[in-house]
């Protein structure tokens, strides 16, 4: 059964960083490309990240350029995102994902981690 | 990029009901669009890929159709477990959601 596993959200203060995780199972991780999903509260789902199967791409939108990271470790079967320089307004659910097939699309979710950035 | 366009974006329908959701695409995206149902405080969950393919485990109530820049959702005889916001998403240049349509029971 494929699973996956966010953790790492919490409340954090404007400008500070914080680290998701989701911890993958129930499929061979390093043969999927993965993303990251947010929906602020009460809003519609916004593509964040995608990183390729062996990380060697990583795409963002352009909200989050230059302030989030997308990576992986294979070995360990997570998915990262490093979040830099956090405003109010990346407070939101955030989705671990694995796209179906190369890019396509979003075919297993985890349960999500909320991340609020509040003073 | 592109933009995806859900329509209508609140619908009220029946138990029994036929139900069409309709999203368009800002340009050609060939197919490549998936339908996912979330309901309230859950993740989504995907209930059509590549345009009209139903995953595994969904009910054959649900279909998908379309091509170039038009797309739709429908349930053919609506259920009480099916009151959920629904999302298009493209994935033939970029990634984009549609900003969902909620449907609900009249």
């Known amino acids: 059964e494929v699973q996956l596993v966010e953790s790492g959200g919490g409340l954090v203060q404007p400008g500070r960083s914080m680290k998701l995780s989701c911890a993958a199972s129930?499929?061979?991780?390093?043969?999927?490309?993965m993303a990251w999903v947010c929906q602020a509260p009460k809003k519609g789902l916004e593509w964040v990240a995608t990183?390729?199967?062996?990380?060697?791409?990583?795409y963002y939108r352009d909200s989050v350029k230059g302030r989030f990271t997308i990576s992986r470790d294979n070995a360990k079967s997570t998915l990262y995102l490093q979040m830099d320089s956090l405003r109010s307004e990346d407070t939101a659910t955030y989705y671990c994902?694995?796209?179906?097939?190369?890019?396509?699309?979003?075919?297993?979710w985890g349960q999500g981690v909320m991340v609020t950035v509040s003073s | 990029d592109i933009q995806m366009t859900q329509s209508p974006s609140v619908l009220s329908a029946s138990v029994g009901d036929r139900v069409t959701l309709s999203c368009k695409a800002s340009?050609?995206?060939?197919?490549?669009l998936d339908w996912y149902q979330q309901k309230l405080g859950e993740a989504p969950k995907l209930l059509i890929y590549?345009?009209?393919n139903l995953q595994t485990g969904i009910p054959s109530r649900f279909s998908g159709s379309g091509s170039g820049t038009d797309y739709t959702l429908t349930i053919s005889s609506l259920q009480p477990e099916d009151v959920a916001t629904y999302f298009c998403?493209?994935?033939?240049?970029?990634?984009?959601f549609g900003g969902g349509t909620k449907l609900e029971l009249k």
């Open positions: 990183i390729s199967y062996d990380g060697s791409s990583t």
């Open positions: 129930g499929f061979t991780f390093n043969n999927y490309d």
């Open positions: 998403f493209q994935y033939n240049s970029g990634w984009t």
């Open positions: 994902a694995r796209h179906e097939g190369l890019g396509g699309g979003l075919d297993y």
């Open positions: 340009q050609n995206i060939n197919k490549n």
């Open positions: 590549f345009t009209n």
